[in-house]
């Protein structure tokens, strides 16, 4: 017998979509994926030095934080972008806990909301 698989979808409706990038190129949601075509961009344009893509921080024992960016600018200054559609009450614990624990990392938010559609630092 063939059963027919279905694709679960992720509970906020976001799709799996690649950027132009090999590092990371399938990212959670298609805003996920702009904002690392952004960054491409940036580091082309030798705005920022280096990035990496879904870096894991530890916060406490048994808890962590996924970021969706990690920066590395040109003058030495790390920076985390948080690309989100939905703020959850489990991910403002975290950033608190991240801010608190990494005081020297400015954490970025872009949101992708038509109300919220700017940068939260």
Known sequence: ???LKLKR????????????T????VHDSRFEALQC???LAMKKNKEINTYKTQIIFDLAPGINHVVDFLLKHNDGILEVIEA???????WRIKRKLF???YPHIKYTV???TPWKSWKKK
């Open 1 to 3: 017998m063939n059963f």
């Open 9 to 20: 979808r992720n509970k906020f409706g976001a799709i799996k979509t690649k950027c132009l």
């Open 22 to 25: 090999k590092l990371h190129p």
């Open 37 to 39: 075509n952004r960054i």
């Open 84 to 90: 989100k559609g939905h703020s959850t009450y489990a």
């Open 99 to 101: 801010e608190q624990k």
């Open 110 to 112: 872009v949101f992708n």
